[in-house]
């Protein structure tokens, strides 16, 4: 009875080991960080993206671009938004793009509300375990941030760190070189 119980217990072993082996040896990918990026509207405040991008790239983490979209009271919340989700595309292909350069994984999403509050909400739900959100503030008449009252209800609503990009404060307006042109950047080789 021994014996038996014995050859078992080195079978298994040795199955173990074989197939340790066949994988190189590696183990599960680790988790990666995720930090959320949450947009309106299709301006998109590019310091903001580049402080974004930046913070993924040192940290080795994942970017959560979230388009948020309002739903009008009157329709239900799982209504078609089609034409504004077309225009948020094109923000996910130039964030991406600019991601890429780079070596920075990216993970987009919709999220819907009845206000930007809620949507904002119900981003943060779907990626809960995002250790930071990267907000623009807006500049101006510009529809490329968030106001006062939506970031200062982000701030005591969201579990991970805040980080608040303001626009350039001597025009108002945003000039960022390329992430390729950034030299932080280059200081290590891209995943």
């Not at 947009?39 to 405040?45: A, Q």
Request: proline fraction near 8%; include cysteine.
């Amino acid at each position: 009875m021994l014996i038996p119980l014995a050859a078992l217990v080195a079978g298994v072993g040795l199955t173990t080991l074989v197939m340790r082996r066949r994988r190189g040896g590696a183990e599960p990918p680790a988790a990666r960080a995720k930090i959320l990026f949450p947009f309106v509207g299709t301006e998109l405040s590019e310091r903001a993206l580049q402080a974004t991008i930046r913070l993924a790239w040192a940290e080795g983490a994942v970017v959560v671009p979230g388009y948020l979209t309002t739903v009008p009271q009157a329709l239900p919340l799982d209504v078609p938004v089609g034409r504004s989700c077309d225009e948020a595309f094109s923000v996910f292909e130039a964030i991406e793009q600019r991601a890429a350069k780079v070596g920075v994984p990216v993970d987009g999403r919709i999220a819907r509300g009845r206000n930007v509050r809620h949507a904002l909400r119900v981003l943060m739900s779907e990626v809960p375990t995002a250790t930071r959100i990267v907000v623009a503030a807006a500049s101006g008449d510009r529809h490329d941030g968030f106001g006062v009252d939506d970031i200062a209800w982000l701030l005591r609503n969201a579990h991970g760190e805040v980080l608040v990009v303001r626009p350039d404060p001597e025009t108002g307006e945003v000039h960022v070189e390329p992430p390729e042109a950034d030299p932080l950047l280059h200081a290590r080789p891209a995943a």
